[in-house]
C-alpha cells in the first residue's frame, strides 16, 4: 500500500544532541513537508520541499534542518539549537506544490527531551 | 501573513445529529485553497473536504459538508447524521501558505 512512513514513534533528545527524524514516502509525490503540533497550536510549517534538492523554510525553521537527496525521502534533523524540541512532528507529501493538492501525512515522531 | 482561527476548542454532538464547527481566515489573497481534516486518537491526519475558492458552490463529501462564505471569510464544516467514528480533533486549513487552526475537538455521545 502507498503512504507515508516516519520513523521511529517516539524519539528522545539529550541536550545538546542533533536528531534525525526518518519520513518515507512511496507516493511518487514531488513536494513534502514537515510540521511541528504543539497542544492547543494546531500545526505549524517548519520546512517543505517541492522538487529534489531544493526545499524552503517555513514559519518555525530555526533550530532545524532538512535535505532531499532523493523525491521519496525528506529526513528532518532537530539541531541543539531548538531550544523547545518537544512536539509531536507530522510529515506529509502531495502530489505536486500547487495549492489545490491536499497532502497526505504520516502517523508522526513524538520527540521528548531526556 | 495569513491567520487561520477556530474559535471552538471542543464541540459535542449526539449520535445521528448534525454539528456545525467554525472556521474563520484572513487573507488578502483571491485565488486560495481551503481545507478541512480530521485527526482522530490514531493522530493520523485525514483529508475530509477542500473547497476553492473561486466556486461559489459549497463542496460536499457525502454527510460533510461546508459552507463559504467568501466575503466574511468564513469556512464552516458541517456534519450531518454524526458517527462515534466521527469524534476526532478537526482542522481548518488555507493553502497556498499550508496554515493550520488550533483544532477543534469533536465528541460525538452515544
Known amino acids: 500500500d502507498g503512504g507515508i512512513t516516519q520513523s521511529p514513534k517516539y524519539l528522545f533528545r539529550k541536550e545538546g544532541q542533533n536528531v534525525t527524524l526518518s519520513c518515507e514516502q512511496n507516493l511518487n509525490h514531488d513536494a513534502m513537508y514537515w510540521y511541528r503540533q504543539d497542544p492547543g497550536q494546531g500545526l505549524r510549517l517548519i520546512y517543505y520541499s517541492q522538487i529534489v534538492n531544493d526545499f524552503q523554510k517555513g514559519d518555525i525553521a530555526e533550530g532545524y534542518s532538512v535535505s532531499r537527496e532523493k523525491k521519496e525521502s525528506f529526513p528532518l534533523t532537530v539541531t541543539s539549537a531548538q531550544k523547545n524540541p518537544t512536539a509531536f512532528y507530522l510529515c506529509?507529501?502531495?502530489?505536486?506544490?500547487?495549492?489545490?493538492?491536499?497532502?497526505?501525512f504520516g502517523d508522526g515522531t513524538r520527540l521528548s527531551i531526556l | 501573513a495569513q491567520t487561520v482561527t477556530q474559535s471552538q476548542p471542543e464541540m459535542s454532538v449526539q449520535e445521528a445529529e448534525t454539528v456545525t464547527l467554525s472556521c474563520t481566515y484572513d487573507t488578502s489573497e483571491s485565488d486560495y485553497y481551503l481545507f478541512w481534516y480530521k485527526q482522530p486518537p490514531s493522530r493520523q491526519m485525514i483529508l475530509v473536504i477542500r473547497?476553492?475558492?473561486?466556486?461559489?458552490q459549497n463542496a460536499t463529501e457525502n454527510r460533510f459538508s461546508v459552507n463559504f462564505q467568501k466575503a466574511a471569510k468564513s469556512f464552516s464544516l458541517k456534519i450531518s447524521d454524526s458517527q462515534l467514528g466521527d469524534a476526532a480533533m478537526y482542522f481548518c486549513?488555507?493553502?497556498?501558505?499550508?496554515?493550520f487552526g488550533a483544532g477543534t475537538r469533536l465528541t460525538v455521545k452515544p
Open positions: 486549513a488555507y493553502s497556498p501558505d499550508m496554515r
Open positions: 473547497q476553492e475558492a473561486y466556486k461559489q
Open positions: 506529509a507529501s502531495s502530489t505536486t506544490g500547487q495549492r489545490n493538492q491536499p497532502q497526505h
